[in-house]
């Protein structure tokens, strides 16, 4: 998946000579905790958060500082074209909230955040669907994921989503992800086959 599918496009920017209070009061409007900073040409300078705008208000107002002299300088950036994992692996091992998106030419053409890779996440898994989830220990069985799909699919079951616990471990676990059905058969013949049901909610 694409950050362009993802992102926020066209977001809000502000310029450096914004002031402290002025790029509160925006973001603060418009609920959103990250601005874009660029010139005119919409270039990307700098790249401001709601935290940092809050904690550096009080020095501000006394020494009368602006965003310029607060922004995050060259701020990490993708590119839209990129790949959503690429900015989740970044967005969670730096702990930050948001990337600005920029084209070659470094003008800022969206937003992307934790919250828009969550959403993805969330729609993927199909966690907002009606149904059930179903954890299975398939333990070191190397057909064992094919095998407990196959039940499933025997007794009825539709799988929406699978994932993997990924942890290395003598347990490998498979989080089955199932639109809603009568699920005890399914649970009965797995453990009849030996193999381990969780949960099953």
């Avoid at 616990?165 to 992800?177: A, V």
Wanted: net charge negative.
């Amino acid at each position: 998946m694409r950050i362009s599918s993802l992102m926020i496009k066209d977001p809000i920017t502000i310029s450096d000579r914004t002031s402290v209070q002025e790029a509160i009061h925006l973001m603060k409007e418009n609920s959103i905790r990250h601005l874009p900073v660029v010139e005119s040409s919409n270039k990307l300078v700098g790249w401001v958060t709601l935290a940092d705008m809050k904690q550096a208000l009080l020095p501000a107002v006394v020494t009368g500082l602006s965003v310029a002299d607060l922004m995050i300088k060259n701020p990490v950036t993708m590119h839209p074209d990129a790949d959503v994992e690429t900015a989740a692996q970044i967005i969670f091992q730096r702990k930050i909230g948001g990337i600005p998106v920029v084209d070659s030419n470094d003008t800022v053409v969206g937003v992307i955040t934790v919250t828009d890779i969550l959403g993805a996440f969330i729609k993927i898994m199909g966690i907002l669907t009606d149904g059930l989830r179903l954890d299975v220990n398939v333990g070191n069985e190397p057909e064992g994921f094919r095998k407990v799909s196959q039940i499933i699919h025997e007794h009825g079951g539709e799988i929406v989503s699978v994932g993997l616990d990924p942890d290395i471990s003598e347990k490998k676990i498979y989080y089955f992800r199932l639109k809603e059905c009568p699920v005890e058969s399914i649970v009965k013949t797995l453990r009849d086959k030996g193999y381990e049901v969780l949960s099953s909610e």
